[in-house]
Nanobody, 124 residues
């Protein structure tokens, strides 16, 4: 069974850092593009970042450019989202998603496989 599991969320103060992980089971990630999305209370789910199958192409939402970095370790079947200089506006449930395309996308409809999400809270 194809499954994605996010981890690494938590409570952090403004300016702090977290690294989220998205681990796959039941399939190998090296043939899948991966997207990270987030959903804040009362808001729609939005794209944060994505990475192509090879890792050679990445994309970021304007709101996180220069602060977040997406990477993948296909040997560990895991994709990471390093989040630095966190702000209260980054508070949300973060989801990873996958599908078997080379290129990634910031659109939710691009992906058929989703994790359950991990909560990130940025607060004093």
């Amino acid at each position: 069974q194809l499954q994605l599991v996010e981890s690494g969320g938590g409570l952090v103060q403004p300016g702090g850092s977290l690294r989220l992980s998205c681990e796959a089971s039941g399939f190998t990630l090296d043939s899948y593009a991966i997207g990270w999305f987030r959903q804040a209370p009362g808001k729609e789910r939005e794209g944060v970042s994505c990475i192509s199958t090879s890792g050679g192409i990445t994309s970021y939402a304007d709101s996180v450019k220069g602060r977040f970095t997406i990477s993948r370790d296909n040997a560990k079947n895991t994709v990471y989202l390093q989040m630095n200089s966190l702000k209260p506006d980054d508070t949300a449930v973060y989801y990873c998603a996958a599908d078997s395309y080379y290129y990634c996308s910031g659109y939710l409809s691009w992906y058929n496989y989703w994790g359950q999400g991990t909560q990130v809270t940025v607060s004093l």
